[in-house]
C-alpha cells in the first residue's frame, strides 16, 4: 500500500497491471516511459519531441517469477555475468528477477506542469547468494527530456566488498546493418573467442554476434553515440564504469533463444555501462553507476 499511496500525490505516475506485470506509466511534458515494478526494470522510453522509441522489448519477453525480462534497461547486480565461483548462482546477480519497491517520487515542475519525473526502488531482499546483507543498492530513474538511470551501491559492513554491475540498456534500431557506433575505442575482452587485448575497429559497426567488454579509464562522462546512416539515434552518457558492453545475439542465437524472435537482432542493440572486472568497495563507500540517454 506504501507505493500506491505514494504513486497518488504523483501528478505524472499511474500505477498499470497489465500482460507486462505491475507497472509504473510515467507520463509528463517531456517523454512518455513504462517502468516494470519486477526489477524495477524501464520497458519504454519516449521523447514527446519526436515520439520516437529509444528502448527495444522483444515481443516474447516473459513476465513471470524467476524470468528476466528480455529488453529495456535490466539491473545486474552485484555481478555481472556468470557467478565467477559459484555456478549454480544465477546470472547478473539477484535483483532482476525479484519485485522492487517504490521508495518516492520527485517531480520537477514549470507554470506548465511536470518536466521530470525521478523514480526512486530499492529491491526487496538483500543478502542473498553469500552477499553480506551490508551491501544495499537502490536505483533511480529520471524521466524528462532525457532519461536517467543510477545504480546507487552503499557498503554499510565493515569489510571490502567486490562488485562488479551493469545497466544493460537494449536500444532500439530500425536496422542492425546501418548502425554504428562512436566512442566505444578501447581495447575489448571478446567474450565468444576468451580473448583479452583486441583493438576496437576503426568504424564500429556490428556485422555478426557481438558479445564484447571494452575496458575504459577515460574522463567521465563517457559519451556514446549510436549512429543511423551517419544520423544520431541516442546519445549516452556514463559515469561511474570501467567498462563498456557491446551486445548483440545476431541471427542464429536469435533463433534458440525463447524470448526472441529469429529476426530480432536486426533490431536491437545492447550498449551497456559497467564496472566489470570488479571494483572494490570499501567500508562505508557509496559507489554510483549511471547512464544517461536522449
Known amino acids: 500500500m506504501q507505493q500506491r499511496n505514494i504513486i497518488k500525490h504523483a501528478q ?19 517523454a512518455d516511459a513504462l517502468i516494470s515494478l519486477y526489477g524495477a526494470q524501464l520497458l519504454s522510453f519516449v521523447p514527446h519531441h519526436d515520439k520516437r522509441e ?21 539491473i545486474c547486480w552485484p555481478w555481472f555475468g556468470p557467478h565467477k565461483t559459484q555456478s549454480e548462482f544465477p546470472a547478473h546477480g539477484f535483483v532482476r528477477t525479484q519485485v522492487w519497491q517504490l521508495i518516492s517520487i ?85 567474450k565468444l573467442s576468451g580473448t583479452h587485448g583486441n583493438s576496437s575497429p576503426n568504424v564500429y559497426t556490428i556485422v555478426g554476434e557481438t558479445d564484447r567488454v571494452h575496458a575504459y579509464s577515460g574522463t567521465y562522462p563517457q559519451k556514446i553515440e549510436i549512429l543511423t546512416a551517419g544520423k544520431n539515434l541516442v546519445h549516452i552518457e556514463q559515469e561511474g564504469n570501467n567498462a563498456v558492453v557491446v ?48
Open 106 to 190: 520527485d517531480e520537477i515542475r514549470d507554470e506548465h506542469g511536470v518536466t521530470e519525473t525521478v523514480c526512486r526502488f530499492k529491491p526487496q531482499t538483500l543478502g542473498l547468494c553469500d552477499v553480506p546483507e551490508g551491501l544495499s543498492v537502490e536505483l533511480l530513474i529520471g524521466v524528462g527530456e532525457r532519461c536517467e538511470i543510477s545504480v546507487i551501491t552503499h557498503n554499510h559492513s565493515k569489510i571490502e566488498i567486490p562488485l562488479s554491475q551493469a545497466i544493460h540498456s537494449y536500444f532500439a534500431v530500425d536496422d542492425i546493418a546501418q548502425v554504428s557506433i562512436e566512442g566505444v575505442d578501447e581495447q575489448y575482452f571478446d
Open 54 to 74: 529509444r528502448m527495444w522489448l522483444s515481443q516474447l519477453a516473459l513476465f513471470e517469477q524467476g524470468s528476466a525480462i528480455r529488453g529495456g534497461a535490466p
Open 12 to 30: 505524472s505516475v499511474a500505477f498499470e497491471r497489465n500482460k507486462k506485470g505491475d507497472c509504473l506509466h510515467i507520463v509528463n511534458q517531456s
Open 247 to 294: 551486445w548483440n545475439p545476431w541471427k542464429e542465437k536469435s533463433q534458440i533463444m525463447q524470448d526472441m524472435q529469429s529476426n530480432d537482432y536486426s533490431n536491437m542493440l545492447c550498449i551497456e555501462a559497467a564496472t566489470e572486472p570488479f571494483i572494490a568497495l570499501a567500508p562505508g563507500q557509496q559507489h554510483i553507476l549511471s547512464q544517461r540517454f536522449r
